[in-house]
């Protein structure tokens, strides 16, 4: 553990409510909380155990058959990265493509010809760990569509940088004036933009606008108060996530999240009981009460969590750990000043932050979209003559100024409540999986070999065809030494 001195006051001042905040919660409160969500996921077959010595565990309570289907979960809370967003328009609730191929396309172009993505890419990946910005999803992918094309070389993918593309085209693929060849097959829900005019997230539906703002966003808009000063916070508050870690984003959707669940809890209360004298005693247990599903998930501070990136020597391990924790102070401080509110003080506090923020770092799963722009391509592709060659008088010349980036997947970063509490094994009988029907951010698994009622259901945290060494290197990170079967049998004796 790092110091005990905080620059953070609220630390000091809060410290008998950070304690109850941050007290584990009871197995009573445990087995209630994950059998209601069991429930409310619809899938049945699934019970999450918890023991002191081990934590959660989820079993399955039926038979699953190879391939079969066992849990789709939705998320708790999740953002797309930064630098993806001039990639991909998604929905910023439950992260569906939106608008049109055409919207698709011709945004992204039009913004890279604005030059944002690369700018952006570099910042992103600074020196600060994050497990979930180093996978390179779309070079994977891209073999789908070059093997066995011979139409499509990949060397037309590669020299791309320069956009041929007239600004007239793509803005009339923009605006929906110019339509391409088959795209009707590909249909994408209309987008609908912010309530609160921020024009930052456009979402697929108005039930996801207005979720979205009730759940999290009416705390972090920018649209509305143009001139205020904590507006301004926000948007350096962002502005800071974006060129330093995305994971403080998420943080502060937790606690907008935990206020406005506060609030929520408070009026309904309040219409209970209209003795208002009784409500300031009652504030605290109700603030326990809304931050009650982020209470399951936390786990260590983040700065005495996250793992020494390799190019730190283990000399510096301390100082490494204090920038950490300073980076997380500054985020907050700036926080605080764009959404403090009284009555939640000890959710601005830097331990809470700090905890809050770990259990991202621990637990936090990518989220992955497939491009239905990719899909796209690949119908075209596979288009039979003379179809294909019409078709691809208007979509070649996209294709190539899309270059390498054209399948480019929705990537972000979510806590998905039910899928973390499924421990690793390096012979897992279960992974995650996106079926086709399977269009939005929520974590879908399903069984990879038959699993009997009673055992555990397991997946794998890392890629589990690299020697025992290897994995065991990858494991570390997530803060764990893997004693699974497979790792029993291999270990060197
Ligand atoms: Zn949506
Ligand atoms: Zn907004
Ligand atoms: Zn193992």
Known sequence: MLGSSSPCPLDTEFSHQIAALLSPPSPESIKD??????????????????????????????????????????????????????????????????GSIELQIGRKLYLQDLGLCDKECKETTSSFPEKVCT????????????????????????????????????????????????????????????????????????????????????ILCTGRNEESAQRDAMLKFIEHANGTNDIFILAAKVISHTILKFRKLKRLRFKENEKRAKLDEMDFSLLLEAWKSISMGFKKRWWDCVALPGDVDPSDEASFRMQIKDLAFTSLQILKEAIFEDECAPLFSLEIYGHIIGMFELNNLDLV?????????????????????????????????????????????????????????????????????????????????????????????????????????????????????????????
């Open 135 to 218: 996978r390179e999803l779309h070079d994977v992918k891209n073999n789908s569509i070059c093997n066995g094309s011979n139409d499509i070389g990949s060397s037309t993918f590669r020299n791309s940088k320069s956009n041929s593309i007239p600004t007239e085209v793509l803005q009339s693929l923009m605006n929906g004036t110019l339509s391409l060849p088959h795209t009707g097959l590909f249909a994408l829900p209309s987008v609908f933009d912010c309530p609160g005019g921020c024009k930052e997230e456009h979402y697929c539906s108005k039930t996801c606008a207005d979720s979205d703002w009730e759940s999290f966003h009416s």
């Open 369 to 493: 979209v497939a491009s239905p722009v990719e899909d796209y391509f690949i119908y075209i592709d596979d288009l039979p003559s003379p179809e294909k060659e019409e078709a691809e008088e208007l979509t070649r010349p996209l294709l190539e100024s899309l270059g390498d980036e054209y399948s480019v997947c929705c990537q972000g970063t979510a806590f998905y409540p039910l899928q973390s509490c499924m421990n690793h094994s390096c012979r897992p009988n279960a992974k995650a999986f996106k079926r086709d029907e399977d269009k939005d951010g929520e974590a879908v698994i399903i069984a990879v070999q038959p699993i009997c009622k009673g055992e555990e259901i397991t997946i794998s945290y890392i890629d589990e065809d690299l020697p025992y060494g290897e994995r065991q290197a990858l494991l570390a990170d997530y803060g764990f030494r893997c004693m699974c079967p497979r790792c029993l049998e291999e270990m060197p004796k």
């Open 33 to 98: 909380y994950y059998d209601d969500l069991v429930e409310t996921r619809k899938c049945p077959g699934l019970r999450v155990k918890f023991s002191k010595e081990s934590g959660k565990a989820i079993y399955a309570t039926k038979r699953f058959e190879e391939g079969e289907f066992v849990l789709k979960d939705p998320v708790l809370v999740a953002t797309q990265h930064s630098a993806n967003k001039v990639d991909c328009l998604v929905c910023s609730y439950c992260f569906r493509f939106i």
